[in-house]
């Protein structure tokens, strides 16, 4: 039976699901309904007490609408970082931790992390099975945005070669993401350090000229300034891993002895399955560590996925919430048009019509309560992926998807078997009493 | 000749647990043309589809290449690698990868493994499971140890054989 389930295609799969959750109402509907036509009375009543309804809808579409911009934000949120992240097959680095470095080098996050040495990188780079071995040197900064030194193989492969103008060929030359506010020709002088901290004036006499502009990728790279990392260490002093008869050359090879240092080494390795291989022989206890990204982000995400399901207990509870005061509110409203009910009832409607009337009334609340919550979740989505994408640089998308379609048509399903409790009360009551009022 | 069977004979036979193991245990270590297979093992599950975990090393002289892997049964394993593609975590399916002499590879959750689709019995943590590692230096049976349905690692992890 769970083989059979697990054959079906997704989109099959969540349309029985869909089809499942709506059969109560179904059910319900066609029992209470079949033979009668109470649809212009519950017209009425909608427009009868419109503003009262017009409240009801809005707070089931709140409360929907809630729940789901969070769960659609979670996921939108999930495979942006997953995206950004897909470029980078395998990172080496010192051995600690691997959450920290890949934030450190994949998504640029600030970090004191310690450096691979010469020999170290030499290793990787000259390994049969790697293609390219850019090391990465960080610390500066040019207007918040962080300065990010490597080699033109690395800027080629991470922009799969869309670059407005040219490659930097020479030290004291940037390529700039798409996100930065420089233009091709424009000069800066890189900061020392990054944030609230940095230092303005620490490089001062260095110039860097824009050459180059990479197209946008979705990730924070859109937000870096890419320049040789030999101008890195050469702004700090350091030897620029190069002898001095190599006069003004960039780009590996490096001399191992003049090597001043990288913190992570990202490895691209000409056959998808040499990345395997690569993790074990790079991770060498005591002196380099190597890892895939993707599974450092399928950790987190499983971390995430228990916050996911946290978050879709809460939105249950609001929606229970919701629920009890709709259940509420359906009670008070009943009342309201009691008297007209009554009148129904002492010209002989039958009390199954009675029924269909208070119960179709209250399915339309629902029913445009929880359209209208998809609507508000997916303008939820849409506003916190623009704010995220804004701060982060990861591209977040919005969308809905039967996940959230599903988790709406689950409520609305047993609100509609919970909207028969008013149906049901309203026939108790004494007909000859209702009309006096 | 007689020295030839009986090194034949070590190098198929599983390598014997460590002093102090219970000797009741299935063995954790195989052995086939130098390569040295530690803890393999497998989560337990009910659907028709399991991966398998190892550690490798070719402590030989010549490169081991790593086929894949079949059931007595013929269901076969096939090499994947772990991968997020468009946001997505998945699996693909990757050629013979060669273990170098003196190199490890290690096959773990969220990376490398062998993948056995169509499996007819369900696989029950603390059972073992018989496996037949496919090596370009022979065919190997080995004794998987199934650990619990969402276990990270063999439980010996860490030991030294």
Sequence with gaps: ?437 | MKHLLAALLLMTTPVLAEEGHDHDEPAHAFEIGGLEILHPWTNATDHDHALLFMDLHNEGAAPVEILGARLDSGVEGQLVGFRMKGGEMGFETLPPIPVAPGRQLALAPDGLAIRFDGLEAVLEEGHHWEVILLTSAGELEIDVVIEAEDARQHGHAGHSH
Aim: net charge negative; charged share 15%; aromatic share 8%.
């Design chain 1, 1 to 437: 039976m769970r083989d059979s389930w697990d054959s079906l295609p997704v989109l099959a799969q969540d349309l029985i699901i869909a089809g499942a959750l709506l059969l109560p109402l179904l059910v319900i509907g066609g029992v209470l309904m079949r033979g009668f036509r109470p649809l212009p009375l519950v017209r009425a009543l909608m427009w009868r007490f419109r503003w009262a309804n017009l409240l009801f809808i809005l707070l089931i579409a709140v409360s929907t609408g809630m729940g789901i911009g969070l769960i659609a934000q979670e996921r939108g949120l999930r495979i942006g970082s997953a995206q950004a992240a897909e470029k980078f097959d395998l990172v080496v680095t010192a051995p600690g931790s691997e959450l920290t470095m890949m934030l450190a080098a994949v998504f640029l996050q600030p970090s004191a992390v310690p450096l691979l040495d010469g020999v170290a990188y030499d290793r990787i780079a000259n390994h049969p099975q790697v293609q390219i071995a850019a090391p990465i040197a960080f610390g500066d900064s040019h207007d918040g945005a962080p300065v990010v030194g490597t080699i033109t193989d690395f800027v080629t492969y991470l922009s799969d070669g869309r670059i407005e103008g040219r490659i930097f060929a020479r030290s004291g030359e940037a390529v700039v993401g798409a996100a930065i506010d420089l233009q091709i020709g424009d000069r800066f002088t890189p900061a020392h350090g990054r944030g609230s901290g940095a230092d303005a004036e620490a490089h001062e006499g260095v110039e860097i000229e824009v050459v180059g502009r990479m197209a946008r990728s979705g990730s924070p790279w859109d937000r870096a300034i890419l320049i040789p990392v030999e101008t890195v260490w050469e702004v700090h002093g350091l030897a620029n891993g190069h002898t001095f008869e190599e006069g003004d050359r960039i780009g590996p090879p490096f001399t191992p002895e003049l090597f001043p240092g990288t913190p992570a080494v990202i490895v691209h390795a000409g056959e998808l399955w040499a990345n395997y291989a690569l993790r074990s022989e790079f991770t060498v206890a005591g002196e380099t560590m190597a890892f895939f990204p993707g599974t450092v982000l399928a950790d987190l995400y499983r971390v995430m996925g228990d916050v996911r399901q946290a978050m879709s207990v809460m939105s249950i509870v609001t929606q229970v919430l919701v629920a009890a005061s709709v259940l509420l509110g359906l009670f008070i409203l009943t009342r309201l048009f009691q008297r007209q009910l009554a009148m129904l009832r002492a010209l002989g409607a039958p009390r199954r019509f009675v029924m269909a009337v208070v119960w179709g009334y209250g399915v339309t609340l629902l029913v445009a309560g929880t359209a209208l919550g998809l609507a508000f979740g997916y303008a939820a989505a849409l506003v916190l992926s623009r704010i995220v994408t804004q701060r982060t640089d990861i591209l977040v998308t919005a969308s809905i998807t039967w996940a959230e379609v599903n988790l709406a048509l689950g409520f609305l399903s047993a609100m509609s078997l919970l909207s028969l409790v008013p149906a049901l009360v309203v026939l108790t009551r004494p007909v000859v009493e209702n009309l006096r009022q």
